[in-house]
């Protein structure tokens, strides 16, 4: 079945240690997206991709980093830089460059806990 | 006053009711996003609209441009409904959408 695989579902760190969460997909989707989810509020864009070897910051990208060398793969560096990285993040992905106007499919998360 | 505003942040019904929770944006506006997030933490697509209503089995999407508000309805609920329900509208500028905090929807046997 084609969709989203994040992994680790669960991830321990303790601080000071960068850490990379993994998504793939093979929906064979152009434009991928990582979001950040803190109870009681939105998800927040930290990172987004609508090419392969091409990327940009969303709104909360400072202590982030990202690569896209494969069109089915984006992971996500949380940096030691990122002051309080204890989240779920939520990676996704849409058929059209622009998710404003089309559907767009979620990842089960990555649930980050730092020590 | 956020862009994107949803009402009530939770609701609890009993199996059966008829539910609808609300959204309203100030953003501009392409089609505007309805989600489901399970327990578990992922989410699914339930919805997008850009005018009028869209119906999916027990749940029913509506949006209103001129007032930039938008519905989603469930009838018949039932426990499995359960989740958080969350709208999403798009930024006139850039690929991006903004999120609602969510509504928390628990059904009761």
């Known amino acids: 079945d084609g969709g989203i695989t994040q992994s680790p579902k669960y991830l321990f760190r303790k601080e000071g240690q960068n850490v990379t969460l993994s998504c793939e997909q093979n929906?064979?989707?152009?434009?991928m997206y990582w979001y950040r989810q803190d109870p009681g509020q939105g998800l927040r864009l930290i990172y987004y991709s609508q090419i392969v070897n091409d990327f940009q910051k969303g709104d909360i990208a400072e202590g982030y980093s990202v690569s896209r060398e494969k069109k089915e793969s984006f992971p996500l560096t949380v940096t030691s830089a990122q002051k309080n990285p204890t989240a779920f993040y939520l990676c996704?992905?849409?058929?059209?460059?622009?998710?404003?106007?089309?559907?767009?499919?979620f990842g089960q998360g990555t649930r980050l806990t730092v020590v | 006053k956020n862009e994107v505003e949803q009402s009530p942040q939770n609701l609890t019904a009993q199996e059966g009711e008829f539910i609808t929770i609300n959204c309203s944006y100030s953003v501009g506006i392409s089609a505007l996003h309805w989600l489901q997030q399970h327990p578990g933490g992922g989410i699914v697509s339930l919805f997008m609209?850009?005018?009028g209503k869209k119906k999916h089995g027990r749940l029913i999407a509506t949006i209103n441009i001129q007032e930039k508000h938008s519905s989603l309805h469930i009838t018949a609920s039932h426990p499995r409904d359960s989740a958080v329900y969350i709208c999403a509208a798009p930024r006139e500028y850039g690929n991006k959408l903004v999120f609602g905090a969510g509504t928390i929807l628990r059904v009761k046997s």
């Open positions: 929906l064979n989707h152009d434009a």
């Open positions: 996704a992905s849409s058929i059209l460059p622009d998710i404003r106007g089309t559907e767009a499919f």
């Open positions: 609209l850009s005018s």
